[in-house]
Every structure is written in structure tokens, then in C-alpha cells.
Antibody
Framework: EVQLVESGGGLVQPGGSLRLSCAAS????????MSWVRQAPRKGLEWVSA???????FSADSVKGRFTISRDNSQNTLYLQMNSLRAEDTAVYYC???????????WGQGTTVTVSS | QSALTQPPSASGTPGQRVTISCSGS????????VNWYQQFPGTAPKFLIY???KRRSGVPDRFSGSKSGTSASLAISGLQSEDEADYYC???????????FGGGTKLTVL
């Protein structure tokens, strides 16, 4: 079964760091494009970061220079390293398979990140 | 502000046909295909329509998509109560070199 399971969310103070993980099963993360999408409370979806073939990446302007997407092929896992966190980064973060052409066909259940003092 | 513009809300009665619009620009919808996602409260988005007008497997044919110029639409005919959800359009943006979403439309079945 194709599945994505996120972990690593939690409460962090402004300026802090957090690393989200997304464990994939039923397919290999190294062979496809992968994304992180977030949804702030009572807000819409925002494509945060994506990784393409050859490990080229995309980051939204709102997180550029602070968030880094990566993958560990041996663990079949996608990561999102989040640094210099701000209150406006508070959101549910979803891992998704796909990115190119804005097509994401498999989604995880989401992990919640709260940035607050 | 989202790169793609959707109305914040739409509504209809059971059996009606409703349409949700998505407006973009020459850097996104004007050059690339449009996709639609459905999201119920507290759950992950579901990939509904891709490449402007293609339904994913299992999506009822009541759902249809179209695109013209820099705009796209999602139409739902024979509206049912279980269609009440948030709907998002998405497209690749050549200026950003990445994917973008619309702001989302909350569909209410009256």
C-alpha cells in the first residue's frame, strides 16, 4: 500500500528549529518528486517546498533561506528542516508525493507545528 | 495573497450544478495545466482533477474541470450533501519555478 506518515511536529519557541520527517512505503522517494504543503489554522493550502530529480529544490518565498527539504533514500524518508521559526509558520504540515505540474497524488495525514512562546 | 484567485465561498442546493472559478496569469494557468483538490475538515487534501479536465480514478463524473486562457473552473453537477468541502485549484508557475495553490473555496450544500 502506498502511504506517507509524517512525524516531528510539536511546540517550539520563536527562533527555534524543528525537523519534520515523512516515511514513505509502497514506493521509493528517490524515484519521484516530493513536496511539503502546509495549512495555517483556518487558512488555505500553501506549497512550501519541493524536491525534484537530481535533488534540485523549490522553496516558497515565505520560507526561503529558513527551510530545507531533503531525502534519505536508504531510509525512504523525506525531511523538512525548519530553522528560525516564526509564529506565522504555525500550521499543519503535509508531506505529498508529486510537485511538478502541481500534481500531488498521495498525501500524509499531516503533523502540527506550533510556534509560540 | 495567493497566485491563483478563487471565490472564498460557493453554495447550492441538492441536485443543482455549481461552478467554482480559478483565475491566474500568463505565468501559471496561461502556460500550464490546472489541477483541483478536495479537502474535508480535519483531513488531508484529495487529488480530484488533473491536467485541466481529467478525473482521477474513483471520482464521480459529476465532477468536471475546464480551462480557458488564464482561468479555470470546477463544475459539480447533481450536487450532493457529501460534496460539502473546501476546493483548491493548483498550477505550476513558471515565474516562481514551483507549484502554487488558489486560496480555496468553501462549498456549502444548502
Amino acid at each position: 500500500e502506498v502511504q506517507l506518515v509524517e512525524s516531528g511536529g510539536g511546540l517550539v519557541q520563536p527562533g527555534g528549529s524543528l525537523r519534520l520527517s515523512c516515511a514513505a512505503s509502497g514506493f521509493t522517494v528517490s524515484s519521484t518528486y516530493m513536496s511539503w504543503v502546509r495549512q495555517a489554522p483556518r487558512k488555505g493550502l500553501e506549497w512550501v517546498s519541493a524536491i525534484y530529480s537530481g535533488d534540485s529544490t523549490f522553496s516558497a518565498d515565505s520560507v526561503k533561506g529558513r527551510f530545507t527539504i531533503s531525502r534519505d533514500n536508504s531510509q525512504n524518508t523525506l525531511y523538512l528542516q525548519m530553522n528560525s521559526l516564526r509564529a506565522e509558520d504555525t500550521a499543519v504540515y503535509y508531506c505529498a508525493r508529486g510537485a511538478v505540474a502541481a500534481q500531488a497524488d498521495v498525501w500524509g495525514q499531516g503533523t502540527t507545528v506550533t510556534v509560540s512562546s | 495573497q495567493s497566485a491563483l484567485t478563487q471565490p472564498p465561498s460557493a453554495s447550492g442546493t441538492p441536485g443543482q450544478r455549481v461552478t467554482i472559478s480559478c483565475s491566474g496569469s500568463n505565468s501559471n494557468i496561461g502556460l500550464n495545466t490546472v489541477n483541483w483538490y478536495q479537502q474535508f475538515p480535519g483531513t488531508a487534501p484529495k487529488f480530484l482533477i488533473y491536467s485541466n479536465d481529467k478525473r482521477r480514478s474513483g471520482v464521480p463524473d459529476r465532477f468536471s474541470g475546464s480551462k480557458s486562457g488564464t482561468s479555470a473552473s470546477l463544475a459539480i453537477s447533481g450536487l450532493q450533501s457529501e460534496d460539502e468541502a473546501d476546493y483548491y485549484c493548483a498550477a505550476w508557475d513558471d515565474s516562481l519555478n514551483g507549484p502554487v495553490f488558489g486560496g480555496g473555496t468553501k462549498l456549502t450544500v444548502l
